[in-house]
């Protein structure tokens, strides 16, 4: 056995992780519309590229933001090309037209991404949790459709494991980091719940639209739109299946308001201190939050010295994001740390996969040799009862484990190590183990740099994972 080898993965059998793909960062949204793969369509997908020569394994991740390919394959540059071309037939697109867009990772580069993936740090939004879900539902699609194997079950459960202890632990995700959210998360500070409330709409803005949106998803059902175009305020209140009011109708949908939204055009102050102060005293002071997001500003600053108003304008919104964006920039960099040392135990599981061949023909040659043991005893030693048998058997097989628990925790553990092809070639003598014995689980490497086959038994694992 050639002891001087380098490949990434030791002394095992060769095989490469690999991504291609394309994302916010590196294409244009009119370029990115035409990668998208329908979820329909993934199974016949996933056949396809299968097929593809060096495809060993396959997961299709496709969002509004990206499309990548994962791909476990038995030779990067011929897997990289079989990859693109694939690409290129699927979508009906020559290749010169969008390869300059593709991004390819390979080996521990390319499981650095998946893992920086589903944690949110490669999203637009840093730390945005929707992507592990989606990561999710695209490894179960390909592992349903026969996708995936044992580095990709392995890998993919690991990852999105990882993703969704780091969400909790850290909180990267709780910090809201664009203003219509931040109007959102103050608002909490003031309103325990949203069901009985209601939302004023001044204007047609789409910040106040944005921010409209996030309080509907958060439970405000009642949602009011004031704008001086009558129509367009139906338009905007239709969307909400709220109610529309002219801006001289502003005081009536102020009354009833407990969140106001103001995003208009207007080169002066649309409400002054006293017109709220009006309002107020009609309500008996029940609370209004009030958020000025128009430059110049709709909303009379002194407001704010009104009892039980709570005023706040764009720049307050943006100093919260800012904070925020800061405090998931910090929280990223100790992600990327805990990544690193994903990293590290995936390759150090790959590694000891090579001995699984091994450690199962060492168990195969010692439970025979006991099994033959127990044939001897029967013919020598006929008076012995079914449960002196039983018995025997019994305490027999547990020498066996006993005598090959440290010789296979060693083995383990030697798996990882640069002289790991050595050790494996004394292990084999010792227990007079050979070579060909293991032929059909695992393909020994031999010379430095040869490409050899990929394990053509692929280990089943079952997978019970968000079951």
Request: net charge negative.
């Amino acid at each position: 056995m050639d002891t001087d080898t380098n490949w990434n993965y030791g002394w095992v059998w060769v095989m490469y992780v690999i991504v291609v793909g394309l994302n916010h960062r590196t294409t244009p949204v009119e370029i990115r519309e035409k990668f998208t793969f329908q979820e329909e369509e993934l199974p016949k997908a996933l056949s396809q590229l299968k097929q593809m020569k060096s495809i060993l394994e396959a997961v299709i991740v496709s969002t509004c933001n990206r499309t990548e390919i994962y791909a476990v394959v038995d030779q990067l540059h011929t897997g990289e090309h079989f990859i693109k071309r694939f690409l290129s037939e699927w979508f009906y697109l020559p290749k010169e037209e969008f390869i300059h867009y593709l991004y390819v990772k390979q080996d521990q580069e390319a499981t650095d991404h998946l893992f920086k993936v589903v944690t949110g740090l490669d999203s637009m939004i840093v730390g945005e949790t929707q992507i592990l879900g989606q990561v999710r539902e695209a490894f179960f699609i390909a592992q349903k459709y026969q996708g995936t194997g044992t580095i990709f079950n392995h890998l993919f459960k690991q990852a999105i494991t990882f993703g969704k202890r780091v969400h909790t632990e850290t909180g990267i995700g709780q910090n809201a980091v664009s203003v219509s959210y931040a109007a959102v998360e103050l608002a909490k500070k003031i309103f325990e719940r949203f069901e009985d409330k209601s939302v004023l709409i001044i204007g047609a803005g789409e910040m106040s639209e944005l921010t409209a949106i996030h309080l509907h998803s958060h439970g405000v059902q009642n949602v009011m739109v004031v704008n001086r175009t009558l129509e367009k305020a139906r338009d905007l209140a239709s969307a909400f299946h709220g109610v529309a009011y002219t801006m001289e109708e502003l005081p009536q949908a102020l009354f009833r308001a407990d969140i106001v939204i103001s995003s208009t055009g207007a080169d002066s102050f649309i409400l002054s201190r006293t017109q709220v102060e009006e309002v107020m005293n009609k309500r008996s002071n029940r609370p209004l939050f009030m958020i000025d997001i128009a430059v110049p500003r709709d909303l009379d600053p002194t407001i704010q010295e009104c009892e039980n108003v709570y005023l706040f304008n764009i720049d307050d919104l943006q100093e919260i994001v800012d904070a925020n964006i800061q405090e998931r920039i910090r929280i990223a960099e100790e992600i990327k740390k805990k990544i690193e040392q994903e990293v590290e135990a995936f390759y150090q599981w790959v590694n000891t996969l090579g001995v699984i061949p091994l450690i199962a023909k060492l168990r195969e040659k010692s439970l025979k040799i006991q099994e033959e043991t127990m044939k001897s005893l029967e013919h020598k030693l006929p008076h012995l009862s079914e449960r002196d048998l039983t018995i025997i058997r019994k305490h027999t097989k547990s020498i066996v484990n006993q005598m090959l628990k440290e010789p296979i925790l060693n083995l383990k553990e030697k798996a990882i190590e640069p002289d790991a092809p050595l050790m494996m070639e004394y292990f084999m003598k010792i227990f007079g183990i050979k070579e060909e014995e293991l032929e059909g689980s695992l393909q020994f490497a031999k010379k430095k740099n040869k490409e050899l086959d990929y394990l053509e038994h692929r280990w089943e694992l079952k997978t019970s994972f968000f079951k």
